[in-house]
């Protein structure tokens, strides 16, 4: 969070009155601690100087105008001041005025870019309280910018030299920045950095890549004995002592409540089999683990029996049902026995204060990730292609809210449910129909021998799609057709066959998709595919799903508490929503040959 930065000038060495002087200021210390006119009547003042004179009285208008909040008004006076014909001191003021400015405008790189003028390197001839002020200027650019680990090299550079009233602000701040780094960036900057920004680093690691709750809590004792004088070592941050509290109180009998008979017996021998995965990945390391009782959702029609029996056989906590109109039933019983995580989403309201949370592998929120994929890659401007389905319907819904609220424009829809229309529709849709018109007019105008080739509408960034494989494979080759096949597409993961070889006509399309079958990374991975193989196919995200289910539903209280918590599961980042809702964020795949490979590191684009 950007703090209210308002800049001390030196003390008063001359009496000056700017409003009127008979003589002009020739240095900082020349000037009042806090302006005293407005910048206006400075500027006014200023004009009546030229040189030196005027510069500094220019640069007090600057300070004027920041302190009144009035930013862009700093930034048009300091255009009107040569900075290279600044004494030093007035140099690094202006890079300060500048920083702080461009910070409050939402323009962390201007900032940065202030701040590393060659006079900043001149800061040690300041008073100590303005050299840890432009450190924090610094640090903070750095975190807006996304360069976090670069932030809490300042941070801790300063951190000594701090008040100790300032002391705990400064170790959050830390955290919160390399909190944000990906277990990717961290692996890297592991390999290379030293002291104690390496064990900041190694402390992160532990928060997000060892997600099981018992292993957490081992290496976190076991961290802060290997580094007795590290400053958060006497005090971890809130959310890992948490842990550390959820894991002394965590619950040691869990019920599994899933449809072992009927159509979904598949669904939930995969959550089953991945969520004991989970728990004899700790248990195999010599750690105890939590009793879990199996009960079968498709033998209680009264779910209120159900939670008596499993009171009455010592459960603490139920993981389940699966069905969606069981969780609706759960959501509308007046009170819950029994705290619970429910495998799939229900469209009732649950009122607050209800120990009921959600975790599905919804649609949703592969459509909000295709929504801010898009938008990180610079697109403004999209169009989508739906099923006619009650789950393409729901993702359309999720991907025109996530965009909106962006910024984005949508500036088409169309509903491709029928194999013979659709050509028509995806011409209507990039106006390939108004661009051989105007081709044909130009014919008839400079003759036929000029070859004019129809282009798709010019105000389309990119594509986003809900189908099935079988209009998938359809949509890849009109587009190519219709002149667009370099058009971006960004599709949910019904697009695709898992391990399917019929994928051939779906090359270049973007995929959200769980990282259990994109990366294939997760610690449990290689383990659970050798003994259960199908996990590495459709089924696989089901398996993840159950993976995670005992990942978080530890971690539910700390999440709900601080809402900034993210798990790294097998499914994508998790997190909490208000309502108890458990958010995905996707990684991404491409289509290459057929296959899905993890998409390299997508950039904005031009």
């Known amino acids: 969070m950007l703090r209210s930065h308002r800049l001390p000038f030196l003390p008063l060495t001359l009496a000056v009155l700017i409003a009127g002087c008979a003589s002009a200021p020739q240095e900082l210390g020349d000037l009042p601690r806090t302006p005293q006119a407005s910048a206006d009547k400075i500027l006014e003042d200023a004009d009546r100087y030229s040189g030196a004179e005027a510069n500094l009285l220019r640069l007090y208008a600057a300070q004027a105008a920041s302190d009144a909040g009035a930013h862009e008004k700093t930034m048009s006076i300091l255009q009107r001041i040569p900075q290279s014909d600044l004494p030093l001191d ?50 903070e650019a750095n975190d807006q910018v996304g360069d976090h680990l670069k932030a809490a090299e300042q941070r801790i550079f300063m951190h000594g030299l701090l008040p100790a009233n300032a002391q705990p602000a400064n170790l959050q701040a830390i955290w919160e920045g390399i909190s944000q780094i990906s277990p990717e960036e961290l692996q890297a900057a592991a390999a290379t950095s030293t002291g104690e920004l390496a064990a900041w680093v190694e402390l992160a690691l532990i928060d997000q890549t060892l997600n099981n709750l018992d292993l957490q809590v081992r290496a976190l004792k076991q961290w802060q004995q290997e580094n007795p004088g590290h400053p958060a070592a006497q005090q971890l941050p809130a959310s890992l002592s948490q842990l550390i509290e959820l894991h002394s109180s965590r619950p040691q009998h869990i019920a599994l409540l899933l449809p072992f008979q009927g159509e979904l017996a598949a669904a939930a021998q995969a959550l089953r089999d991945g969520f004991l995965a989970a728990q004899y990945q700790a248990y195999s390391e010599g750690l105890d683990q939590p009793e879990v009782s199996l009960y079968d959702s498709t033998a209680y029609s009264d779910l209120d029996a159900f939670y008596r029996q499993a009171m009455a056989d010592g459960v603490e906590w139920v993981i389940g049902p699966l069905e969606r109109e069981q969780v609706s039933r759960i959501a509308a019983m007046p009170e819950l026995p029994l705290p619970t995580l429910a495998l799939n989403y229900t469209d009732s309201p649950v009122p607050e204060g209800k120990a009921l949370f959600q975790f599905g592998l919804a649609p949703e929120d592969e459509a909000r990730s295709a929504a801010a994929q898009a938008w990180a890659q610079g697109h403004r401007r999209m169009a989508a292609l739906t099923a006619s389905t009650g789950w393409g319907e729901r993702a359309y819904q999720a991907f025109q809210q996530s965009w909106q609220e962006m910024g984005g424009v949508l500036i088409g829809r169309e509903v491709v449910d029928e194999p013979a229309a659709m050509s028509g529709q995806i011409g209507e849709l990039l106006r390939i129909r108004q661009s051989e018109q105007r081709g044909q007019q130009i014919q008839r105008l400079l003759g036929n021998s000029v070859v004019v080739q129809p282009t798709p509408r010019q105000d389309l960034d990119a594509l986003f799609i809900t189908a099935g494989p079988l209009q998938a494979r359809q949509i890849m080759p009109t587009l190519a057709f219709q002149y667009a096949g370099d058009l971006p597409v960004y599709a949910t993961s019904h697009v695709y066959q898992v391990g399917g070889d019929q994928n051939n006509d779906l090359d270049g399309i973007l995929v959200a998709e769980t990282p259990w079958l994109v990366s294939r990374s997760d610690s449990l991975y290689e383990s659970v595919t050798q003994n259960w193989p199908q996990a590495g196919g459709p089924l696989g995200r089901l398996y993840a799903m159950g993976i995670d289910a005992q990942r978080i539903f530890t971690r539910l209280p700390q999440m709900q508490q601080y809402p900034e918590t993210t798990v790294n599961g097998a499914t994508g980042i998790l997190s909490l929503s208000p309502d108890g809702r458990v958010s995905r964020e996707l990684s991404w795949g491409v289509i290459e040959d057929g296959r899905l490979t993890q998409a390299p590191a997508l950039l904005p684009a031009p």
């Open 90 to 139: 007035q140099q690094i003021r202006f890079s300060q005025l500048q920083a702080i400015s461009a910070m409050a405008l939402n323009e962390p790189k201007i900032a940065l870019r202030a701040l590393q003028h060659p006079s900043i390197s001149r800061i040690d001839t300041l008073p100590l309280d303005e050299q840890l002020h432009i450190q924090r200027l610094q640090a």
